[in-house]
């Protein structure tokens, strides 16, 4: 796989992937909430936490990029 050129640069989301971005933003917002009231104190929490910090991070990936990391329109 060939990585686009633009792919590490800044990328301005348009108005309709920050509005994307702000719903999944959300979503996982809550999701996080139920798991920190729901999960026993621990390294398996704090684990599990950090995949989802880890997953909201390439789900706003997604939203702006191709998979090469060219922006997505």
């Known amino acids: 796989m ?4 633009e792919t590490f ?3 301005k989301p348009t108005e309709r992937q920050t509005f994307q971005m702000q719903e999944v933003r ?3 917002k809550a999701f996080t909430d139920l798991l920190q009231r ?3 104190d ?5 684990h599990v936490l ?3 910090r ?3 991070m390439w789900s706003h990936v997604a ?3 191709e998979q090469d990391g060219s922006p997505r329109t």
Do not use: C, E
């Open 2 to 5: 060939t990585l686009h050129a």
């Open 54 to 56: 880890d997953a909201a």
């Open 63 to 65: 939203i702006t990029r």
């Open 9 to 11: 640069n800044y990328l």
């Open 42 to 46: 621990g390294a398996d929490k704090t």
């Open 26 to 28: 959300d979503a996982y």
């Open 38 to 40: 729901a999960l026993p």
């Open 50 to 52: 950090r995949l989802i």
